[in-house]
């Protein structure tokens, strides 16, 4: 491919930055509701240490926006989203229900999800249709008390009428999902909205390839988590140009010599990014950095999230949050409540950076996050460079 847009690293992580929402105010208007269009999915996880991922998502980019208001803008009557599967389990803007019709029929076509699908669908969506909008408390709970992937059959059957679109979540109670009738939650004119496969993904490459900034194919891939004919309707997109992103050569990174290894969103282009970087944790589920491989060529930051590591390997912590500051990815911190306090039980600054020049931008980081959570007070157990102890525990100047 010829004509490609010539990038440095610097100049592509900018992009990606402001795209992300992470630079400038222009990012913080229209709040929550707003972020969530801009990013296109905001994932879903059940863990929760200072917040739910997707309220640590609103707070990176927005600041100290209220929790209850998080919840309100992302789940609201009338619906402003819908839960199901882009990159993970996402939180998505409503009028992009149509645009899943491909992974819908993709469903449909296997009739099989991590279980075998029961028989009596039918009845729970009839149960549905008949008794309102229920939860899996009200069919007989979730689980059939082993472990937790041993699922209910109601559970089963709920989740695939979720999954071919019968059902529909737009909201939760107590972090459980409310299942309700697609036709009496989403808009009729969306409902009728019949989009092919191929239409589905150009118009889904647009929108991950804005929200990413500056991405190459395996960004766009692991974004919208597509794979055989899906896979390559979007390699076919991304030729043609079909997505409105254009073809860029970022300096360093893996491509063919004189060839380019990246798309853009043009409009990022147009201008330079300009205004103060966003200082602040980030989720480990934050489309910033949740594809591993992305935030180690976008940052040279090599994260792993050591959740499923056994304690006594791990070498960060249980939830460790990188730091962001500066634009760049500055160090890493494993947090905890303890009643008013909030603790990192360890923190490390990355290799080669000044513990003197960014020591301050670590206790924002830390404060901040505190204040927002209801914390009156900072800890650090443990701290690499072990010299930043004595500053990030000082009293908070008033």
């Known amino acids: 491919m010829t004509g490609a847009i010539d990038l440095t690293p610097e100049e592509a992580r900018r992009v990606v930055l402001r795209s992300q ?8 208007k229209g709040g929550v509701r707003a972020m969530l269009r801009r990013l296109g999915a905001v994932q879903l996880d059940t863990i929760s240490v200072l917040a739910r991922s997707h309220e640590l998502v609103a707070y990176a980019r927005l600041g100290a926006v209220g ?8 789940w609201h009557n009338p619906a402003q989203s819908f839960e199901y599967w882009c990159h993970a389990a996402c939180i998505l803007p409503i009028e992009h229900w149509p645009l899943y019709s491909f992974r819908r029929r993709a469903f449909r076509e296997r009739r099989y999800r991590w279980h075998e699908v029961p028989d009596g669908v039918e009845k729970l969506l009839d149960q549905v249709r008949e008794s309102g909008p229920l939860t899996t408390s009200d069919v007989g709970g979730a689980k059939n008390g082993g472990p937790w992937w041993d699922w209910s059959e109601s559970k089963i059957g709920l989740e695939w009428l979720l999954d071919i679109g019968e059902l529909v979540c737009t909201r939760r109670v107590g972090w459980r999902r409310v299942y309700d009738l697609a036709e009496r939650v989403v808009p009729a004119e969306l409902l009728a909205e019949d989009l092919s496969d191929e239409e589905c993904v150009v118009r889904l490459a647009g929108i991950a390839g804005r929200s990413l900034g500056v991405a190459n194919r395996t960004d766009l891939i692991d974004f919208l988590r597509l794979k055989g004919r899906h896979a390559a309707i979007l390699d076919e997109v991304l030729l043609s140009g079909a997505a409105g992103l254009v073809p860029v050569t970022v300096s360093g990174w893996p491509g063919r010599k004189g060839l ?11 201008s330079e990014p300009r205004g103060r970087h966003r200082t602040t944790l980030v989720s480990p589920f934050d489309s910033l950095i949740w594809h591993r491989g992305r935030t180690e ?3 040279g930051f090599t994260y792993t999230l050591e959740l499923y590591v056994p304690k006594h390997k791990r070498v960060h912590g249980y939830f460790t949050m990188p730091v962001l500051s500066g634009g760049r990815l500055i160090g890493r911190v494993d947090p905890a409540r303890e009643g008013s306090t909030l603790v990192a039980r360890q923190l490390s600054l990355e290799p080669g950076l000044s513990a003197a020049k960014w ?4 206790r924002e980081a830390l404060w901040s996050a505190a204040e927002w959570v209801g914390c009156d007070a900072v800890r650090v157990e443990r701290a690499d460079p072990p010299e930043l102890l004595p500053i990030l525990n000082a009293p908070r100047p008033t």
């Open 21 to 28: 929402g992470f630079v400038g105010a222009e990012a913080r």
């Open 67 to 74: 929790r209850s208001d998080v919840e309100r803008a992302y």
């Open 260 to 270: 380019a290894n990246a798309w853009a969103d043009p409009v990022a282009l147009e």
């Open 297 to 299: 060529r976008v940052f």
């Open 359 to 362: 020591a301050d931008a670590l």
